[in-house]
């Protein structure tokens, strides 16, 4: 479905959810001075009946994403901001994922991580992708864009200037575009 023009208010009422991973893991992506548990609980505030948050279901998927994610942490209370960045940047993406968006929006999502943290990352990103669910891919490494995504949009100056398949693409003309060079 066409979103173009559409409020946030609006997507969200045909059933459009999204979810961001933003490139500011812990100023903001997540509660620094809050464990995994209740980083968890941020995004099911409403879920709750009144004032009262379903903390045991939070706890129990922190406990599975630790295993599932591999991240690596003392305990599910431990504050996020005394993990390393590759274990918050899980937590988040952890989270996130969680929430089973139709589109899932990640910035610059393995910046700064180990090849490790990057490697499960892009292994999640990819299984996102089978169930479906759309990937905003913002990068800068072309390798993992041609690895990772089906299509690359290209721009230059702040203007787009072209859309390619990864199948038939090359460094070349992703390059020429990123100059807006005329090939």
Known sequence: ENIVGKTPNEIIKIGISMSFIPEDRLGMGLAASMG????????????GKGPFVRKKEARETAKRLVKELEIVTPGVDTPVRRLSGGNVQKVL??????SEPNVLITAY????????SSYTIYN???????????ILFIGEDLDVMLELC????????????????????????IGLLMTDAKG
């Not at 548990?37 to 409403?46: G, Q, W």
């Not at 993406?93 to 969680?98: K, N, Q």
């Not at 999640?124 to 759309?134: I, M």
Request: overall charge positive; aromatic content about 2%.
């Open 36 to 47: 995994m548990v209740d980083n968890m609980l941020l995004k099911k505030y409403n879920e």
């Open 93 to 98: 993406l952890g989270r996130e994922i969680e």
């Open 109 to 116: 999502a393995v910046r700064g991580l180990d090849i490790n």
């Open 124 to 134: 999640a990103l990819n299984e996102q992708k089978k169930k479906g669910v759309g």
């Open 150 to 173: 089906d299509r690359i949009m290209v721009l230059c100056h702040g203007r787009v200037t072209g859309i390619i398949d990864t199948k038939s693409a090359t460094k070349e003309q």
